[in-house]
């Protein structure tokens, strides 16, 4: 099994509709979790942490499954501006791990 | 403040040829990291400084890969004897601390092509 695996994309969906990625990871002693957003060409930057709990940054929410490993982001009310490839971070101790990423496609 | 910068943004080299590519992390940032990024790919952890000290380079895939950090500040990734299979980009990042907890500010990249 992978270190940290993601959905296969690409996602198209239409503008407005929400959109639900997961990432699952093998290694149970993760201690935290992101979720970045790369723009085509361009470099990573933080969308989100994860949290024990789950959270919400507006449209975006982000939760952790520690039973069952693995990560999720949902986004509601999608926007054309949300069409990026979204790459899941897991961190096994000092390590840093990136997913391959999910490309997603907001159609107009 | 200004952000992650890399130096240069694209390099082209034939193989065999020794390149240098060059990142000045945000100033104060102690933590510095190395990736690999390839075209379709998510980035791919090479090497992590704590200060001047690299404090994990396992993922540094040959002993051609070598990374610097002299002054706790600037670093340069050196990769001799330049193979095809070494074209991708080279993301460089920072954060406040290391050991992954914190948020990573990436740079542009170096774009690397063997040819």
């Known amino acids: 099994r992978k270190e940290v695996e993601q959905d296969p994309g690409p996602f198209n969906v239409p503008e407005g509709a929400t959109v639900a990625f997961n990432c699952t990871y093998s290694n149970s002693a993760s201690q935290s979790f992101f979720w970045y957003r790369q723009d085509c060409r361009k470099e990573p930057k933080l969308l989100m942490s994860v949290y024990s709990s789950g959270n919400e940054d507006g449209r975006f929410t982000a939760q952790l499954n520690r039973a069952s490993q693995y990560i999720s982001l949902l986004i509601r009310d999608s926007k054309l501006s949300d069409s990026a490839t979204y790459l899941c971070?897991?961190?096994?101790?000092?390590?840093?791990?990136f997913g391959k990423g999910t490309r997603l496609h907001i159609l107009p | 403040g200004a952000g992650v910068s890399q130096t240069p943004s694209n390099k082209v080299t034939e193989k065999g040829k020794y390149v240098e590519l060059r990142c000045d992390p945000i100033?104060?940032?102690?933590?510095l990291y190395w990736y690999r990024q390839s075209l379709g790919q998510g980035p791919e952890f090479l090497i992590y400084f704590q200060g001047t000290g690299a404090a994990d380079d396992s993922g540094l895939p040959n002993d051609r890969f070598f990374a610097v950090r002299p002054e706790g500040s600037v670093s340069t990734l050196k990769i001799q004897r330049t193979e095809r299979g070494d074209s991708a980009v080279y993301l460089c990042?920072?954060?406040?601390?290391?050991?992954?907890?914190?948020?990573?500010?990436f740079g542009p990249g170096t774009r690397l092509t063997v040819t």
């Open positions: 100033s104060g940032h102690t933590a």
């Open positions: 971070v897991v961190t096994p101790g000092d390590k840093i791990i």
């Open positions: 990042a920072s954060s406040f601390q290391g050991q992954g907890g914190y948020e990573q500010y």
